[in-house]
């Protein structure tokens, strides 16, 4: 696995505000779907998460805002694995739709693999779930020229 395959969304009406606008919340929205997608494509599916009670939990998420998008268009979100550890996973997400030549969003994300037991705690990711992790991540290319915030890292000790 070298590329993951991009999450499409439709806007729903509700989604649109007084603007005629995607309300901000919602790219959260598509940005959350899009991560369950990343999560079905690395192998950590419903079947996964039902056998091992193991699961993704956001940690931390930035959404910078670049263009509006409107209700008629539909999002694409292109994932990428910036960086991952042992239970960890940065993922970057950039939003595009097809009446705009430039991303109209960038999102970031500090994911934490969980069993979800009695007592949820962090765990390691299954060796061949980390192996397609790490194949994703030695392609990972964010976009020149998107802007960053407060810079999301794993820190190793």
């Not at 309300?23 to 599916?45: E, H, K, P, T």
């Not at 009695?118 to 990711?125: L, R």
């Amino acid at each position: 696995m070298r590329q993951l395959t991009p999450y499409r969304v439709a806007i729903e009406p509700g989604w649109i505000d007084y603007n005629g606008h995607l309300r901000d919340a919602y790219y959260g929205v598509a940005f959350s779907l899009a991560i369950d997608d990343l999560m079905d494509q690395v192998g950590l599916d419903a079947a996964y998460r039902a056998r091992t009670r193991g699961t993704l939990y956001t940690m931390e998420m930035h959404c910078h805002f670049l263009r509006e998008v409107k209700a008629q268009d539909e999002l694409s979100i292109r994932m990428i694995v910036l960086d991952a550890d042992h239970k960890r996973l940065l993922a970057g997400g950039v939003f595009t739709c097809a009446r705009l030549a430039e991303p109209v969003a960038a999102a970031e994300a500090m994911l934490l693999h969980v069993r979800q037991d009695e007592t949820p705690a962090s765990v390691p990711f299954p060796a061949e779930i980390a192996a397609r992790i790490d194949a994703l991540r030695s392609d990972a290319d964010w976009p020149a020229g998107l802007p960053g915030s407060r810079k999301l890292e794993i820190r190793r000790r």
